[in-house]
């Protein structure tokens, strides 16, 4: 049997949305699945332990970064990720695709690959299809992202058309010079928002999809109404038996609105950064916690909630540790999001089951908003 395969176990009568399982080396992945960013080999402020408790069944980590620090040399003498930072679940690598693309002003693309600059020391460094493949080997992740081009929001129809056909040639290198059976590499569809040009790569992808298929370029500035219609878009076209991974998405509203049109993974750093700004989420709205009104506020950060930080301890006390810019605040704040989001998977997975996903996202929604839904979300749900 293979390392790695996917099966679906219930799709949604009112929705479509499903349930799925995908088996890898290291454990199985119940999906619908939100996957902590943990960047560096690490969750920010977050233990392994911690992460387990919240919840967590898979957490990503950048080739890009790690390739700068420690380097990928010193990562495979230690046994790979999952022993370098204590993690024995699933994880899954980044390409370095989205990190090259943010660095514009110090990258330079060609066909055979990127010429860049470490944001860290300036030294100058090259990374190929290849070389990233042989990066993401030697890190020894159970998933590994193809090498590709992203574009971004408003990028004219002919660069977004050269960088999608380049993606497609640097995937076709990817999958030849990857060899690591106990690895599972997803292709990533590019295309920008040009509806020809997604399904035109999603197409000369699917070939390339063995265990999975992920979606890049979407939530780079664009209206979220765009990226939805650019799921809708291809939501029917995608390959079944594998998982559908989008990039680098993870607000709840965009969690509900893709898990509806046929993702099965999604990722952000949303949760812990906005933690070490003193926000949160909860089940009636986003919280700053910084506000005057929460200094004598003796309640948990969300009564719904059971997380470690809501179990134990209150507004007022989240609020004087972050006003006094203590590291725990944002501990306990990255807790209670990443926490909220898993519970969130917990209650689509629950409404996928009672077939009635639809109604579910309209409940929370009214919830989440207090009854005042913005206006773009209420022509979602018309």
Same mark, same amino acid.
């Given at each position: ?10 799709? *949604? ?36 332990? =911690? ?46 695709? $989205?990190?090259? !693309? ?46 590709? =081009?992203?574009?971004?929001? +408003? ?18 290198? *990817? ?5 690591? =059976? ?34 890049? +370029? ?13 799921? %809708? ?33 999604? %990722? *952000? ?40 930080? *809501? ?16 590291? !725990? ?10 926490? !909220? ?22 409940? $929370? ?18």
């Amino acid at each position: 049997m293979d390392n790695f395969y996917f099966e679906t176990i219930k799709v *949604c009568k009112q929705s479509g949305a499903r349930i799925g399982r995908f088996h890898t080396p290291h454990g199985i992945i119940e999906t619908p699945v939100f996957m902590p960013v943990g960047t560096q080999a690490t969750v920010k402020s977050l233990s392994p332990e =911690e992460l387990k408790e919240v919840g967590s069944q898979i957490i990503l980590a950048n080739t890009y970064h790690l390739h700068l620090r420690p380097g990928e040399n010193v990562v495979k003498k230690a046994g790979g990720l999952h022993h370098f930072m204590n993690w024995d679940k699933p994880i899954l690598t980044d390409s370095g695709g $989205f990190q090259v !693309f943010s660095l514009s002003k110090l990258r330079k693309i060609t066909e055979d690959g990127v010429e860049f600059r470490s944001h860290l020391s300036g030294e100058k460094l090259y990374i190929t299809p290849e070389k990233a493949m042989e990066i993401e080997e030697d890190l020894g992740a159970d998933i590994i992202m193809a090498f590709d =081009e992203c574009t971004t929001y +408003g990028t004219s129809y002919d660069k977004s058309k050269l960088a999608m056909e380049r993606t497609l040639r640097w995937l076709d290198r *990817c999958y030849h010079h990857h060899t690591n =059976e106990k690895q599972a590499l997803f292709p990533i569809v590019q295309g920008n928002f040009y509806k020809n040009l997604r399904l035109e790569s999603l197409e000369k992808t699917k070939p390339y999809a063995k265990y999975g298929i992920a979606i890049g +370029g979407l939530s780079v500035g664009e209206p979220k109404e765009l990226m939805y219609e650019m799921l %809708d878009l291809m939501k029917d076209k995608l390959p079944e038996n594998v998982p559908h991974y989008l990039m680098g998405v993870g607000s709840p509203d965009c969690m509900i609105e893709g898990y509806m049109r046929g993702i099965d993974m999604m %990722d *952000c750093v949303l949760p812990t950064r906005v933690a070490r700004h003193g926000f949160a989420f909860t089940s009636k709205g986003k919280v700053i916690i910084k506000n005057a009104k929460y200094k004598e506020d003796f309640s948990p950060l969300d009564e719904e909630c059971d997380c470690y930080t *809501c179990r134990h301890y209150t507004k007022a006390y989240l609020r004087h540790l972050v006003m006094a810019d203590e590291i !725990f605040g944002a501990r306990l704040l990255s807790i209670h999001n990443i926490r !909220f989001l898993h519970k969130l998977t917990e209650q689509i997975k629950e409404a996928i089951w009672q077939d009635r996903y639809l109604d579910f996202r309209k409940e $929370f929604y009214q919830k989440y908003y207090q009854g005042n839904i913005p206006e773009d979300i209420q022509k979602l749900l018309k």
